[in-house]
């Protein structure tokens, strides 16, 4: 397979997160470094996790791609920047950038403080904001921006407004980064997510067992690869004609 061959490619939120649970899946960041890998890419996994970059970084390695490992806290915003330099140089050049970060805090409008909501905002908005602003001067015609979000961007449910809040926001985010990107022909997308079978995911539901029970058209979660398979997709020039849209990962929940 050769989607991506010879594509540069940071994905940011490469990680997975540590859960203590043996048969725990691969999280969406580590699935689409893999899978990048796996169509021709040479990836650059970034995370705030020494040990799960390095971990995805060998699974990608083993599936036979080139892989470097980028830290960094992306809540810090002097951070974003110098990961996508670093990125950038590692790899010497960028023509990927998938941001694939997101935490939540508070529940309800009146269990959400106003530390919270910045705190969520700063890594579900701010750091995709500026690893844009850094990454898009970097990238040449052909280049292509993916922002992770969550069906919580389209519709209620998780209960927690400042995720849903923010994960809307990056839809209005990618709107602005396709305009100016157009000019340098790069694209800019966003692919939200439903009910996916990750570490967090299970996490989410071991704390609101009802999530489960949420109305999917298809009557089943997803998997992380079955979200990394449309990110490869916009990450490729077969998406060539499809810039500032976003695309629900979600087996009919948001729509159907």
């Not at 997160?17 to 048969?23: I, L």
């Not at 269990?111 to 750091?127: G, I, K, S």
């Not at 407004?161 to 157009?182: N, Q």
Request: aromatic share 4%; with cysteine.
């Amino acid at each position: 397979m050769s989607r991506l061959e010879g594509r540069k490619v940071l994905v940011v939120g490469a990680g997975t997160r540590h859960v203590d649970d043996p048969e725990a899946p691969a999280g969406n960041g580590r699935a689409i470094a893999v899978t990048a890998a796996r169509e021709g890419a040479t990836v650059a996994c970034a995370d705030i996790d020494l040990a799960a970059a390095k971990e995805t970084a060998s699974q990608v390695r083993d599936a036979g791609g080139h892989a470097q490992v980028v830290v960094a806290d992306v809540s810090d915003a002097e951070a974003c920047a110098a990961m996508v330099a670093e990125a950038a140089d590692l790899l010497e050049g960028l023509d990927g950038v998938v941001v694939n970060v997101g935490i939540g805090a508070g529940q309800w409008l009146g269990q959400t403080t106003a530390d919270q909501w910045d705190q969520v905002f700063d890594v579900n908005v701010r750091a995709h904001f500026l690893t844009c602003q850094a990454a898009l001067p970097l990238m040449a015609d052909g280049g292509s921006i993916v922002l992770i979000s969550s069906v919580a961007g389209l519709r209620p449910g998780s209960r927690i407004p400042a995720y849903d809040s923010s994960k809307a926001a990056l839809a209005g985010l990618c709107r602005h980064v396709a305009f100016e990107g157009a000019r340098a022909g790069v694209r800019a997308n966003v692919v939200a997510p439903g009910l996916i079978d990750t570490p967090l995911g299970r996490l989410a539901t071991a704390g609101r067992p009802s999530r489960t029970k949420a109305p999917v058209a298809l009557g089943r979660q997803g998997t992380a690869w079955e979200v990394a398979k449309p990110v490869t997709f916009l990450l490729s020039d077969e998406a060539s004609y499809i810039t500032g849209a976003v695309l629900p990962v979600d087996g009919g929940l948001s729509t159907l």
